[in-house]
């Protein structure tokens, strides 16, 4: 068990969360609140690095993230939830640790890499967008936090906070940023609905935390299995069969799961039987949250005093850290002896 650790985490709010995101991260947060001071953050600001043209969608998802939180059971009397764009000090920040970064560096990071080519940037990417890792390495470092959980696809942005707080510590001779571990869930990451490797808003492949029951058969009804398997009687194959996948991880009857698994293959199991029996274990899995989250969208006020709290908390955190982190860079003019 993860005891006494300082958590920090967080998303982009550039749409409601989906089950890619509660695998990855959000069932580890609902356990680490209980022995660990945990801060989740709502990372509007690394949101509008690819979101620039549309603020007022960044905004207006916010909130509905801080549903999905609570709708999980992140529980703010535990967990510290704020938005990062009312942190000034992240920026300054991650003023300070850009000249620790080569842009080479910056470049060959694989997680943006791979974000680059998934939005098309090619040759005109955003220099914010670029150095988003940068960023992200003040979120971590503001709230010297030990354990970052966080899905795979981010372990070298993690990666990169650690190099930014060795060199930090070495040419300021210091120790006032610690490095930080990423943990990275059993389920290393859910597939879309068709089958891709990450399910993600953008790819179009998610189940939303929010759906409706009608939304849930709709995109189970589309996904993705064994392209070979044609009729019922035929054997099927597991490996790379989205439904396979997803029971896997949504149905507590390893059993029951094992048995249809071995139908499939040996022949007269149709998909869609398997895909109505899936419908069944998501919307046993979902129906609660999206019943409370529904309860919780009814009053927004609420949410928002939630989030101001959270905030103010944070920012004192972050405020600390700052002012040490001035001082190990004689940046200290305005302290009185
Ligand atoms: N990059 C994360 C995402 O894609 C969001 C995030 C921003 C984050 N800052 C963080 C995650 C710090 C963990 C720690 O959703």
Redesign the pocket.
């Known amino acids: 068990m993860i005891k006494g650790e300082i958590i920090?985490?967080?998303?982009?709010p550039s749409g409601p969360l989906h089950l890619g995101h509660y695998v990855g991260s959000l069932a580890n947060r609902v356990s680490l609140q209980e022995h660990n001071k945990q801060f989740v953050?709502i990372?509007d600001v690394?949101a509008l690095t690819d979101n620039y043209e549309h603020p007022e969608k960044v905004r207006n998802n916010v909130l509905e993230v801080a549903y999905d939180y609570l709708a999980v059971g992140i529980d703010p009397k535990k967990t510290t939830i704020f938005i990062q764009s009312q942190l000034p000090e992240l920026f300054e920040l991650t003023i300070y640790y850009l000249n620790l970064v080569t842009v080479n560096r910056l470049q060959r990071n694989p997680t943006v890499k791979t974000e680059i080519k998934q939005k098309g940037f090619e040759d005109s990417v955003p220099a914010g967008f670029l150095m988003y890792p940068v960023s992200?390495a003040a979120?971590?470092t503001a709230f010297k936090a030990t354990v970052?959980p966080?899905g795979e696809d981010?372990l070298p942005?993690i990666e990169q906070t650690n190099e930014i707080v060795k060199s930090f510590n070495r040419i300021y001779s210091c120790h006032v940023l610690k490095e930080a571990k990423a943990l990275v869930p059993q389920i290393a990451r859910l597939p879309g609905i068709d089958g891709q490797a990450k399910m993600s808003k953008s790819l179009g492949n998610a189940i939303f935390l929010s759906d409706s029951s009608d939304d849930i058969v709709q995109k189970v009804m589309k996904m993705y299995t064994d392209p070979l398997h044609v009729r019922a009687s035929d054997p099927g194959r597991i490996e790379g069969n989205t439904v396979f996948m997803y029971l896997d991880v949504f149905d507590s009857n390893k059993e029951k799961v094992a048995e249809l698994k071995e139908h499939y293959q040996r022949g007269g199991l149709g998909d869609v039987t398997v895909k109505k029996y899936l419908i069944e274990v998501l919307t046993q899995f979902l129906e609660p949250i999206r019943n409370r989250r529904r309860e919780i969208a009814q009053n927004p006020q609420e949410v928002k005093n939630m989030l101001c709290e959270g905030t103010g908390q944070a920012q004192k955190v972050a405020h600390q850290t700052l002012e040490e982190v001035r001082t190990a860079m004689s940046l200290n003019y305005m302290l009185r002896e």
């Open positions: 920090l985490t967080g998303d982009r953050m990372a690394q992200q979120d971590i970052v966080v981010q942005v």
